[in-house]
């Protein structure tokens, strides 16, 4: 763990400004086994320290990448003098932020930082595994990943913390091609939180789920092209989380309201249809510990779930200290920042549509014709609450059965009124939390959510 | 000696121990000054002093790479043990490779930051734009000046020094008019100097008006095959899609490039000369110096519609037999073509002018279909309305090869100049 260089600064902050002060440490870990070859063998540690200081509404923030006190106390002196430099040009004249809550909490536990060849040891039996038992692939790809963010936080007047956060995946890329010589291509993350040992296991732990893998990959060769147009769908768990995140998500973050997001005139609005409830989790969802818990912020806010929608109707935004201030809300731990040279931004931590009550397979039965969508590989969603959504595991649904695998397609619409046309949910939670959300600067997320059954518009032929 | 050299220098010696044939260091600082704008007001004043430090060793033709951010002696001494364990934890292989020759110290862009000025320049977009474009409303503007100084060492005498400085400009914005909004865009441009006021570099004037523009919208109607006329921030997303789907190390290596065999033949319509050059007057502090310690050169990817080259590191090159891309700055030169964009616009029956496109990762195939943001219809000859929910999809290579024309226009932004281009067959689809 870090050594402790803030707490005792917390003297030294500029009386009549608000100040924050953190020291970071991030590690990061990789490897990457393409068709047997190690192309990627990599590890990288960054760490240093930063302080913003809040005055009259602007900020300044300042960074080094040097973990000591004398680091800190330049820092601390530099974002003064940037919040002057603003201040002075500027005038914006507004006061002191609403209090927060003041306080400490106790460290968390270290966790385990592998060596290198712990990650070749679990990815080269996988790679043997699947080169030894699966005939129709043309390439096949591991990947092994562990991330961790360490933060020391102190603020003027909020809490203080020592925070660890790490993660950990394996991703499998399997590749085939139709018999028209058509690439197609599948992929999974596996893992979750903690040090790789934690999250991940032993290499045989996953050798069911790259079988279902390569078994959709089989099938997507065989596929068809999805017809385009406004279809009936059902969205996966791992695809409602990442509607949850892109496109509701996003359109309600307080910066983007601000900035004419289209959620702004819809607060105490029906958004959705009354089975959609909506919320972001701080570390305890239904009872159960979170993939990426968030305790507290970077503004030293203790965090707490942030509720968005409820039954279908918008009753908050995710806001800062600063937003909070101007909207009338309380800040939940959302102010959130990727690196030691970052300034902490409006972020998701945990973000779920809530399971309802059908079960997937009566959803299935329902449906006449339509589409199950189980895997993406990525999403957009601008402030208007248009999203898009990359497909590259689905099938079609025809007289309420499965059918034929599609090929890679994208799903688009617009939040707020395709949440309306939501009309099943079912009861189950699948939560995903390998990716990173990009917004001026990645961040660790986390989303589920249960299957939905809505219209969209799917792309294809 | 500077601190990037002494870290280098200390960090080679650390890694050439017992059995390590090759080894490099690029050791950087970087010092950053960036004012922030949230919602058209001043927000932030943000200063960062950032180091890099860039190991890799290669052992018994095992290869390690550790990356950090500390000068300091005894972090350079674990950084370099860690990457040798790296390197002895993993499986030979002789295609690792890393330059034998080259040496040269480079100077370019604007060092120093003039902070005043910057600030000064930044309130004049936001009174520009608040005046000339009232419907525009500036989520985030974003401008910085960055200064660089980088060293690049190897255990074969090969040695790197460079000193750069510019200012870059991003901005997010959207149209409103009470309620509505038009789709959010962005624009990004990198100048070394502060003698233009922003709004006259790059394309930002047409994309802040085409925002006020975008309020309204409606979808396509139906499905249809029409022509897309990219503009040149699309065309650049587009490119990029095209580059990682066939010629880059991952899909070479894999094999699943429908390009693998191509080099030397015609891949896509031979208007299309497409290279990457890092000294192109119009790239602002190209690249200097590969990764791997080569001198960048400028290359031709696609010349008269031929694959000229491939973008392999020099070890996707020794794997599959072919050269190493002279350079690695993805500074895009596309040669204009001899049409007015006025011209391209008035020859399409009907088709989308496409500024922004939002859409999956095109698959292996190169299939790609997304939504069409910040997006025209076009009507016989004229641009109509905005459009909204509207998709298109095509194939990135297919659609070079059935291309209607390409703008004498091009924009520049300080990382390439792209021109506009039309292309046929696209399936375009709205409600």
Request: contains cysteine.
């Amino acid at each position: 763990m870090i050594p402790d260089i803030v707490s005792s600064l917390q003297g030294s902050f500029a009386k009549g400004a608000h100040s924050e002060l953190r020291a970071q440490r991030s590690l990061a870990r990789r490897v990457v086994l393409l068709g047997g070859n190690l192309v990627g063998n990599t590890r990288s540690d960054s760490q240093g320290v930063c302080a913003r200081v809040y005055k009259n509404g602007v900020y300044g923030f300042a960074s080094a990448a040097d973990l000591s006190q004398d680091a800190a106390r330049r820092a601390l002196e530099t974002a003064s003098k940037n919040a002057v430099f603003l201040d002075e040009r500027v005038k914006p004249g507004k006061g002191a932020l609403p209090d927060i809550k003041s306080g400490s909490l106790p460290p968390q536990p270290d966790f385990l930082d592998l060596e290198q060849k712990r990650y070749l040891d679990f990815v080269n039996p996988i790679d043997e595994y699947i080169k030894s038992k699966y005939e129709h692939l043309t390439s096949r790809t591991i990947v092994a990943t562990a991330d961790s963010m360490e933060k020391q936080i102190v603020t003027s007047d909020g809490y203080a913390a020592h925070i660890l956060a790490p993660r950990a995946y394996v991703y499998v890329i399997l590749n085939s091609q139709t018999k028209d010589g058509m690439p197609v291509e599948v992929f999974k993350a596996f893992g979750g939180p903690g040090s790789f040992d934690v999250a991940l296991g032993n290499p045989e732990d996953i050798h069911e789920e790259i079988d279902a893998l390569y078994d959709h990959l089989m099938k997507k060769r065989e596929g068809v092209f999805a017809s385009a147009g406004l279809k009936t769908v059902i969205l996966s768990g791992e695809m409602s989380g990442i509607l949850a995140h892109e496109a509701v998500g996003h359109t309600v973050e307080a910066d983007l309201v601000l900035g004419g997001s289209v959620a702004g005139p819809m607060l105490g609005k029906m958004v959705a249809s009354p089975l959609v409830s909506m919320t972001d989790f701080a570390h305890t969802a239904f009872g159960e510990k979170v993939p990426l818990p968030v305790y507290v912020d970077d503004e030293g806010v203790l965090a707490d779930d942030a509720e968005l929608i409820k039954d279908g109707k918008l009753v908050g935004f995710m806001v800062n200290r600063e937003t909070g201030r101007h909207f009338g809300m309380e800040p939940k731990g959302n102010a959130r920042a990727f690196a030691f040279n970052d300034e902490p931004l409006i972020r998701m931590r945990n973000t779920v549509v809530h399971p309802g009550e059908s079960k997937l397979e009566d959803m299935i039965k329902a449906t006449e014709d339509g589409y199950y969508l189980m895997y993406t590989n990525n999403g957009q969603a601008d402030t208007t609450g248009e999203f898009m959504f990359g497909v590259t595991v689905g099938y079609e649904i025809k007289e309420g059965k499965l059918g034929k695998a599609i090929f890679d397609t994208t799903i688009s619409g617009v939040a707020f009124d395709m949440l309306k046309t939501v009309d099943m949910v079912s009861d189950t939670l699948t939560w995903s939390s390998s990716g990173f959300c990009g917004k001026k600067q990645p961040m660790p997320v986390s989303m589920g959510g249960p299957e939905l059954r809505c219209q969209v518009m799917i792309g294809g032929k | 000696m500077n601190r990037e050299l002494q870290a280098a220098k200390q960090a080679l010696e650390h890694l050439l121990v017992d059995g390590v044939h090759d080894a490099s260091v690029s050791a950087s600082t970087s010092r950053k000054s960036e004012f922030t704008v949230d919602s058209g007001k001043f927000n932030l004043l943000r200063t960062t002093l950032d180091h890099s430090l860039g190991l890799m060793a290669i052992k018994g033709h095992c290869r390690g790479t550790v990356s950090g951010n500390s000068f300091e002696e005894e972090a350079i001494k674990a950084a370099a043990r860690d990457c040798i364990a790296s390197a002895e934890a993993g499986q030979p292989d002789e295609a690792w490779e890393i330059a034998r020759e080259g040496e040269g110290s480079f100077v370019s862009g604007a060092p120093e930051p003039d902070m005043d000025k910057l600030f000064t320049r930044t309130k004049e977009l936001l009174d520009s734009v608040k005046a000339e474009y009232p419907k525009v409303m500036l989520e985030q503007v974003v401008t910085a000046h960055t200064t660089h100084k980088s060293v690049y060492l190897n255990n074969h005498g090969v040695q790197y020094e460079s000193t750069s400085g510019s200012y870059s400009v991003s901005l997010m914005f959207s149209g409103q008019e009470g309620e509505k909004s038009s789709s959010f865009n962005g624009a990004y441009l990198i100048t070394d100097n502060l003698d233009t006021p922003f709004l006259e570099l790059s394309n930002i004037r047409q994309n802040l008006a085409d925002a006020e523009n975008q309020i309204h919208t409606k979808p396509a109607e139906g499905k249809f095959e029409g022509t897309v006329i990219f503009t040149p921030d699309c065309l650049g997303s587009m490119l990029y899609s095209l580059i990682g789907n066939y010629v880059t190390d991952g899909v070479l290596l894999d094999g699943t490039s429908l390009w693998k065999d191509a080099l030397d033949t015609k891949v896509v319509d031979e208007r299309i000369t497409l290279s990457m050059n890092p000294s192109d007057s119009r790239v602002v502090n190209g690249e200097k110096y590969t990764g791997e310690g080569f001198i960048s050169q400028d290359f031709d990817l696609i010349k008269n519609g031929v694959l000229k080259q491939f973008m392999l590191s020099s070890y996707g090159a020794n794997k599959v037999g072919k050269t190493r891309a002279p350079n690695f700055s993805y500074a895009m030169i596309m040669q204009p073509g001899d049409t007015p964009l006025e011209e391209l616009i008035k020859n399409t029956k009907k088709g989308l002018l496409v500024s922004r496109y939002s859409g999956g990762a095109p698959g292996t195939g190169g299939e790609f279909s997304g939504v069409a943001k910040n997006s025209f219809l076009i009507e016989d000859g004229k641009v109509t309305t905005a459009v909204s929910e509207t998709m298109i999809s095509g194939n990135l290579a297919g659609m070079l090869k059935d291309i209607v024309g390409i703008s004498k226009e091009t924009v520049e932004d300080g990382t390439g100049s792209l021109p506009w281009l039309a292309v046929d067959g696209i399936t375009i689809s709205g409600k």
